[in-house]
């Protein structure tokens, strides 16, 4: 039988009735930052904790990260840099979008202490036109990934009027280790850098600060490895898993006759196979891409999702798995390990991703908030 593993904090009255449990490690997100911070040396790492720590609550991952030592944190809208900064008051926080809206969108920097990464001429003007001298803020230079970013010419000449604290770039192929576009954007940043000789400069993310020295500059940005998403996925993932998220059965069949299963009936069963539906769909972020794709763990064996997903449901088939681990009530596990013991099998994030034909960025961004969440492993 799966045993759900112990609760640090007991589950509330709602969790009892929500359809998934997801138990989030914050020991983990530490020592994946801790393993960072470690690879970048005499160098800094910074946490991105942007679109709400990935799904995973940037309260709770601000403040564990803030506690394991890290200093300078970095969000995508000014409204999350707001809601952090009553968390980490006394970190640096800076905001990737810059002003959104004019010069009323420089309230929130002033009044909670961001700095804003400004990506262009015109963000560069509105914050020189209102912000005060001491004010700091970083410069967002392109290099090659023609998103956000100021151009190289501009990037000249804005050079001798501007002290920005910090000079960002942002790599395009930074997970595909030997993609030319990897050295052209070091030497295009390297140079651009050099003309800002005050500021700090920062290239890599995650996938970076494992290429090695040659991005890591000054500051990385990591967010997907503080995660435990592989940022190499060419190579074997070794950060620590962060997230368990397991589904409750609502019920199970055995099938007496040739049957099909779900919405298109793409799944086909025979008399004899055992059906498990549970209680989330693509409504909780489990992409209709993982229909009769992905699997779950279900009393230490692999089941296969059986047919569609749909919106609030999925039917595994679950003929392989031992009967007394078969019954209403039961849950499967999508993300982790069924239990916490040595050498339990473990379906990863980085496989649901695979499976549903995407990153584990979009799975974990996309986690439902019907599920009950728990954090374990947290200072508290
Ligand atoms: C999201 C983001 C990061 C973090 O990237 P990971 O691949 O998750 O490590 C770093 N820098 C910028 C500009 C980003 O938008």
Redesign the pocket.
Known sequence: MSKIPPLERPFSASAAHAGGLLTINLGAIANNWRRMAALMGEKEAAG?V?ANA?GLGADAVGRVLAAAGCRTF?V?VPEEGVALRRVVPGAVIYV?SGPIGGAEGLAPFFAANLRPILNSWEQVSLWRSHAPESAAYGL?LETGMNR?GIPQPEAYALASSLSPALV?S?LAC??IPNHPLIEEQRQAFSELRALYPTARASLA????VLLGRDVHFDLA?????LYG?N?LPTQPNTLEQVLTLQLKVLQVRRVDSPQSVGYGATYQVQPGNWLATVAAGYADGLSRTLSSAGWGLLGGVRVPMAGRVSMDLITFDVTNAPRQAVYEGAVITLIGQEDASEGTQAHSLDDLAREAGTIP?EILTSLSHRYARRYVGGAS
């Open positions: 991105v942007k990935y970095f995508a990737l967002h956000l960002i942002h930074a997970d993310n995650s996938a970076g940005r990591p967010g997907i490895a998403g940022p960025y």
